[in-house]
Protein backbone atom coordinates (compact mmCIF):
# COMPACT_ATOMS: atom_id res chain seq x y z
CA UNK A 1 0.00 0.00 0.00
CA UNK A 2 1.49 3.39 -0.89
CA UNK A 3 0.13 6.68 1.09
CA UNK A 4 0.22 9.65 -0.94
CA UNK A 5 -0.19 13.18 1.33
CA UNK A 6 -2.59 15.78 -0.55
CA UNK A 7 -2.77 19.26 -0.03
CA UNK A 8 -4.63 19.00 3.22
CA UNK A 9 -2.23 16.63 5.33
CA UNK A 10 -5.04 14.87 6.98
CA UNK A 11 -6.86 13.78 3.80
CA UNK A 12 -4.57 10.52 2.28
CA UNK A 13 -4.71 9.28 -1.08
CA UNK A 14 -4.05 5.23 -0.74
CA UNK A 15 -2.92 3.78 -3.51
CA UNK A 16 -3.11 -0.34 -2.98
CA UNK A 17 -0.70 -3.01 -4.20
CA UNK A 18 -2.35 -4.54 -7.25
CA UNK A 19 -1.54 -7.73 -8.69
CA UNK A 20 -2.33 -8.40 -12.51
CA UNK A 21 -1.69 -11.05 -15.47
CA UNK A 22 -4.07 -12.12 -18.10
CA UNK A 23 -6.53 -13.90 -15.49
CA UNK A 24 -7.57 -10.28 -14.01
CA UNK A 25 -6.34 -9.11 -10.80
CA UNK A 26 -5.96 -9.15 -6.78
CA UNK A 27 -5.47 -6.52 -4.26
CA UNK A 28 -5.69 -6.24 -0.54
CA UNK A 29 -8.27 -3.17 -0.66
CA UNK A 30 -8.50 -2.77 3.53
CA UNK A 31 -6.07 -3.87 5.92
CA UNK A 32 -6.79 -2.17 9.44
CA UNK A 33 -3.26 -2.55 10.41
CA UNK A 34 -1.57 -0.69 7.62
CA UNK A 35 -4.08 1.53 6.99
CA UNK A 36 -4.01 2.84 10.62
CA UNK A 37 -0.39 3.36 10.37
CA UNK A 38 -0.81 5.17 7.23
CA UNK A 39 -3.00 7.93 9.07
CA UNK A 40 -1.28 7.66 12.44
CA UNK A 41 -4.18 6.42 14.37
CA UNK A 42 -6.54 3.96 15.81
CA UNK A 43 -9.93 4.06 13.13
CA UNK A 44 -12.92 2.16 13.68
CA UNK A 45 -15.13 1.80 10.72
CA UNK A 46 -18.62 0.78 11.65
CA UNK A 47 -20.27 1.05 8.51
CA UNK A 48 -20.10 0.48 4.87
CA UNK A 49 -22.14 2.24 1.67
CA UNK A 50 -22.18 1.41 -1.61
CA UNK A 51 -24.40 3.79 -4.36
CA UNK A 52 -24.49 3.84 -7.75
CA UNK A 53 -24.85 7.32 -9.90
CA UNK A 54 -25.21 8.19 -13.72
CA UNK A 55 -22.61 10.47 -15.49
CA UNK A 56 -23.45 14.52 -14.09
CA UNK A 57 -24.73 13.28 -10.89
CA UNK A 58 -23.28 15.23 -8.45
CA UNK A 59 -23.42 13.90 -4.82
CA UNK A 60 -22.54 16.13 -1.66
CA UNK A 61 -21.19 18.28 -0.26
CA UNK A 62 -22.36 16.33 2.95
CA UNK A 63 -20.99 16.03 6.80
CA UNK A 64 -22.27 15.13 10.14
CA UNK A 65 -22.26 17.61 12.49
CA UNK A 66 -22.79 15.62 15.64
CA UNK A 67 -22.01 12.02 15.42
CA UNK A 68 -19.03 12.96 12.23
CA UNK A 69 -17.74 10.29 9.99
CA UNK A 70 -14.55 9.77 8.83
CA UNK A 71 -14.58 7.96 5.21
CA UNK A 72 -12.33 5.70 3.37
CA UNK A 73 -13.74 6.04 -0.35
CA UNK A 74 -13.07 4.34 -3.47
CA UNK A 75 -14.75 3.81 -7.03
CA UNK A 76 -15.37 0.17 -8.24
CA UNK A 77 -16.99 1.04 -11.75
CA UNK A 78 -16.64 4.07 -13.78
CA UNK A 79 -14.90 7.41 -12.87
CA UNK A 80 -15.56 10.42 -10.13
CA UNK A 81 -14.05 13.10 -8.93
CA UNK A 82 -13.86 13.33 -5.18
CA UNK A 83 -13.67 16.62 -2.94
CA UNK A 84 -13.35 17.27 0.78
CA UNK A 85 -13.92 20.50 2.04
CA UNK A 86 -11.86 21.28 5.60
CA UNK A 87 -14.53 22.39 7.98
CA UNK A 88 -12.58 22.40 10.88
CA UNK A 89 -13.03 26.08 12.84
CA UNK A 90 -9.56 25.36 14.65
CA UNK A 91 -7.58 23.50 11.55
CA UNK A 92 -4.58 25.28 9.67
CA UNK A 93 -6.73 24.02 6.51
CA UNK A 94 -9.80 25.08 7.38
CA UNK A 95 -12.02 26.66 4.57
CA UNK A 96 -9.68 24.41 1.79
CA UNK A 97 -10.20 21.56 -0.69
CA UNK A 98 -8.55 19.11 -2.24
CA UNK A 99 -10.04 16.97 -5.05
CA UNK A 100 -8.60 13.74 -6.11
CA UNK A 101 -10.09 11.37 -9.48
CA UNK A 102 -11.33 7.94 -8.28
CA UNK A 103 -11.97 5.01 -10.45
CA UNK A 104 -11.89 1.26 -11.57
CA UNK A 105 -8.58 1.65 -13.28
CA UNK A 106 -6.77 3.57 -11.03
CA UNK A 107 -8.32 1.47 -7.63
CA UNK A 108 -7.19 4.46 -5.56
CA UNK A 109 -8.69 5.09 -2.33
CA UNK A 110 -9.66 8.76 -0.32
CA UNK A 111 -9.14 8.80 3.36
CA UNK A 112 -11.41 12.08 4.71
CA UNK A 113 -11.34 11.78 8.30
CA UNK A 114 -14.43 13.42 10.49
CA UNK A 115 -14.55 17.56 10.47
CA UNK A 116 -14.87 17.52 6.46
CA UNK A 117 -17.36 18.02 4.06
CA UNK A 118 -17.31 15.19 1.70
CA UNK A 119 -18.99 15.00 -2.54
CA UNK A 120 -18.56 13.78 -5.79
CA UNK A 121 -19.44 14.04 -9.39
CA UNK A 122 -19.47 11.08 -11.72
CA UNK A 123 -17.08 11.86 -15.03
CA UNK A 124 -17.89 8.41 -16.79
CA UNK A 125 -21.55 7.12 -18.02
CA UNK A 126 -21.68 5.68 -14.31
CA UNK A 127 -19.82 4.80 -11.47
CA UNK A 128 -20.37 2.68 -8.63
CA UNK A 129 -19.14 3.95 -4.70
CA UNK A 130 -18.14 2.59 -1.93
CA UNK A 131 -16.99 3.91 1.25
CA UNK A 132 -16.39 2.63 4.84
CA UNK A 133 -17.45 5.08 7.47
CA UNK A 134 -16.97 5.70 11.03
CA UNK A 135 -20.04 6.48 12.48
CA UNK A 136 -23.26 5.69 11.79
CA UNK A 137 -25.59 7.99 9.45
CA UNK A 138 -28.03 10.25 11.67
CA UNK A 139 -30.68 12.45 9.39
CA UNK A 140 -31.20 14.93 12.35
CA UNK A 141 -27.06 15.20 12.03
CA UNK A 142 -26.53 15.15 8.53
CA UNK A 143 -25.76 18.41 6.63
CA UNK A 144 -25.28 19.90 3.06
CA UNK A 145 -22.73 22.55 2.01
CA UNK A 146 -23.28 24.17 -1.44
CA UNK A 147 -20.89 22.53 -3.97
CA UNK A 148 -20.58 25.55 -6.29
CA UNK A 149 -19.97 28.32 -3.29
CA UNK A 150 -18.02 31.10 -4.76
CA UNK A 151 -15.74 31.43 -1.68
CA UNK A 152 -14.60 28.17 -1.77
CA UNK A 153 -13.79 28.09 -5.93
CA UNK A 154 -14.22 24.44 -6.03
CA UNK A 155 -12.79 23.60 -9.52
CA UNK A 156 -15.20 20.60 -10.53
CA UNK A 157 -14.68 18.99 -13.91
CA UNK A 158 -17.89 19.57 -15.83
CA UNK A 159 -18.68 20.14 -18.93
CA UNK A 160 -22.69 20.01 -18.24
CA UNK A 161 -24.70 21.30 -15.38
CA UNK A 162 -24.46 18.29 -12.59
CA UNK A 163 -27.77 16.32 -11.43
CA UNK A 164 -28.39 17.01 -8.10
CA UNK A 165 -31.09 16.50 -5.21
CA UNK A 166 -32.99 18.57 -3.60
CA UNK A 167 -31.44 18.61 -0.65
CA UNK A 168 -27.83 19.64 -2.63
CA UNK A 169 -29.30 22.45 -3.99
CA UNK A 170 -30.76 24.46 -1.58
CA UNK A 171 -27.46 23.94 0.94
CA UNK A 172 -25.92 26.72 2.32
CA UNK A 173 -22.78 28.57 1.52
CA UNK A 174 -19.91 28.14 3.08
CA UNK A 175 -19.98 31.39 5.44
CA UNK A 176 -23.58 30.08 6.26
CA UNK A 177 -23.00 26.35 6.61
CA UNK A 178 -22.43 24.96 10.54
CA UNK A 179 -18.49 24.26 11.18
CA UNK A 180 -16.62 21.96 13.76
CA UNK A 181 -14.90 23.31 16.41
Known amino acids: MKVIDTAI ?5 IEPQVFGDERGFFMESFNQSKFESAVSGPVN ?24 QGKLVRVVEGRVFDVAVDMRLSSASFG ?22 HGFVVLSESAEFLYKTTDYWFSEHERSLLWCDEKLAIKWPLSISPILSVKDEAAPGFDAAEKFA
Not at 9 to 13: A, E, Q, R, S
Not at 45 to 68: C, E, M, T, W
Not at 96 to 117: D, H, M, T, Y
Request: charged share 25%; net charge positive.
Open 45 to 68: FVQDNHSKSAHGVLRGLHYQIQRP
Open 96 to 117: KWVGVELSAENKRQLWIPEGFA
Open 9 to 13: PDVKI
